[in-house]
């Protein structure tokens, strides 16, 4: 069972469909037992950075997912939940991550006649090999939707890299924590076996 985090923000029931579609026998929850009882976790997320943290804190779901990381459970965060992956953002007031990832998250700053947010389908090319991205082409191509993207302290952290007027992270992973700046969930075939790879990932020893 893969459980999805459900702190009330964004593409949650989108994820849990594109899930189901690969086999990732989902559940959509806030209940800390559940989640703690789930082969992988899932953090989805559309909207600001801090409210978002502030949400998950109120809950203490970010201990809970910082609890099953440490423990090897694959976690996953997408479009705005892999930001959260990261120690802090500078958006709006600006607010600490959950530190799954060196790193912080800024905005994007593309060249003029390029727009804010970066909005359609986008190729990413990957840096180097991962269970994540078994089998898919390079470059593959996803749907992004984002004004801010992350920036790793380890270039090592950085597994898949996009261009929108100069080059940015679009994929990070660091152990059993990885996490995709785009919607895989809205991103068609190349979306969907990137979940259903990350469905197949296993625990590793902590």
């Known amino acids: 069972m893969i459980g999805i985090v459900d702190y009330g ?13 690969v086999g990732g026998a989902p559940r959509l929850t806030s209940d800390a037992d559940v989640l703690r009882s789930a082969d992988g976790l899932v953090v989805p997320g559309v909207g600001a950075f801090p409210e978002a ?10 201990e809970l997912i910082r609890e099953r990381a440490d423990a090897g459970v694959p976690v996953i965060g ?3 939940g892999m930001q ?7 958006e709006h007031e600006g607010a600490e ?8 998250v800024r905005r994007l700053e593309p ?9 359609g389908w986008n190729e990413v090319r990957w840096t180097r090999a991962s269970p994540l991205v078994d089998g898919l082409p390079d470059p593959s191509t996803f749907y992004h939707v984002h004004s801010y993207v992350p920036h790793p302290e380890d ?16 994929v990070v992973e660091r152990g059993n924590v990885c996490g995709a700046q785009f919607h895989p ?7 969907l076996a990137l979940l259903r790879n990350f469905a197949g990932l296993r625990v590793t020893a902590a």
Do not use: T
């Open 9 to 21: 923000m964004g593409n949650r029931r989108s994820v849990e469909k594109a899930l189901e579609r």
């Open 53 to 62: 943290m502030r949400r998950l804190r109120a809950s203490g779901l970010d």
């Open 78 to 80: 997408l479009c705005l």
């Open 84 to 90: 959260l992956l990261l120690e802090r953002s500078d």
């Open 97 to 104: 991550g959950l530190g799954l990832i060196p790193g912080d």
């Open 111 to 119: 060249p003029d006649g390029l727009k804010l947010p970066h909005i």
């Open 155 to 170: 270039p090592a952290d950085v597994l898949g890299v996009s261009d929108y007027g100069g080059e940015f992270a679009s």
């Open 185 to 191: 969930e809205k991103s068609s075939a190349h979306g």
